[in-house]
């Protein structure tokens, strides 16, 4: 049955040179792009979306690239969407990751999409999204996504993926992070890599008290929001109040050690989220995500289209603000209720 889109039905057909063209399309908003996506969505759904995220120098890559090795072995395709930072001068992106990864490039079970951010913040790329739904329709199995690497702030990926594994590594202060607001809440699995360097066992005992800390933040009298949220440990097993008790796993990706267990660990928390229910909240939550998304770059492109039909140019606006001749404030109230009229 086809789609009514020429587009997406070669996507569908697995033809691999329609699937990169959209997804550039869609990364430049090409027109056309997005009626494909739409006459793709009803085939969307099926696959396992597991985000990796983590300081830069963790290894995200090296784990990657071998937990595709590990899910191939089993017969799982794969998709990969690897976020890398755009300069915020020339606008380039030094996309490093499919060096990494080369050894699947021949492998039709594997497709490989490096994106730059393009200036968004969160660790993701504006369209990284988009291009995971494409992977999607294509029938992979499973869809990891590699954040950028930029620090407490990247927890974007969370409202993305069903798994988000936050990497840690020895000698890079994170017994310090890991005290940090946002990434520690969003893991649900923590992956040690690097461990056979010096000062592993410190890194795991820190993560090892901060779970411990939000176990007892969780425990207070009253407060069933944080015991929601904090629910942690280290057994990766669901807990008495059927949350789940993120695991802490050490690995050394260069030598292909911890991934079995790193992947056995990922697939205890799919199994514990289809088992409890929760995968479909977690869907829900894509959900609302991707749709809010999708209607702030609507409302902020009309509100600057509506600028600039009403105030002006954009770069004149801003001169008028420069000189203090106008206040943003005004004028960005005024055109709200212009745009609310």
Not at 96 to 109: C, E, F, S
Not at 215 to 230: K, L, S
């Amino acid at each position: 049955m086809t789609t009514g889109n020429p587009i997406a039905d070669r996507v569908l057909a697995g033809d691999v040179r329609a699937a990169a063209r959209l997804m550039r399309d869609l990364d430049d908003r090409q027109p056309g792009a997005e009626a494909a996506l739409r006459a793709l969505f009803p085939r969307t759904g099926r696959a396992y979306v597991v985000g990796l995220t983590g300081a830069p120098g963790a290894g995200k890559s090296s784990l990657t690239d071998r937990l595709i090795a590990h899910h191939r072995a089993h017969g799982r395709t794969v998709g990969v969407v690897a976020v890398d930072p755009t300069s915020p001068f020339t606008g380039g992106a030094i996309l490093g990751d499919r060096i990494r990864m080369q050894d699947h490039a021949l492998d039709p079970g594997v497709f490989i999409r490096s994106l730059g951010t393009r200036g968004h913040l969160g660790g993701l790329s504006r369209s990284t999204s988009d291009v995971v739904q494409v992977l999607d329709a294509m029938g992979k199995d499973v869809v990891i996504v590699e954040t950028v690497g930029v620090g407490q702030d990247e927890i974007e990926v969370a409202n993305l993926a069903h798994t988000v594994v936050v990497v840690a590594v020895p000698g890079l202060g994170d017994d310090v992070q890991a005290i940090k607001a946002g990434v520690l809440e969003i893991a649900d699995v923590f992956a040690v890599n690097k461990a056979d360097r010096e000062g592993a066992d410190r890194t795991v005992r820190d993560l090892q008290g901060m779970l411990e800390l939000r176990r007892t933040v969780a425990a207070r009298p009253g407060d069933h929001d944080a015991a929601h949220r904090f629910s942690g440990g280290a057994s990766g097993l669901a807990a008495p109040d059927g949350s789940w008790e993120p695991p802490i796993v050490r690995t050394v990706a260069l030598r292909n050690e911890g991934i079995a267990e790193l992947a056995a660990a990922i697939d205890a928390h799919q199994a514990h989220l289809e088992a409890s229910g929760r995968r479909r909240a977690r869907d829900a939550a894509r959900a609302r995500a991707a749709f809010v998304a999708v209607l702030r770059e609507r409302l902020v492109q009309g509100a600057l289209e509506r600028l600039e039909a009403e105030m002006g140019e954009l770069d004149a606006v801003a001169e008028r603000i420069a000189a203090h001749e106008a206040d943003p404030y005004a004028l960005a109230d005024e055109l709200a209720a212009r745009l609310r009229a």
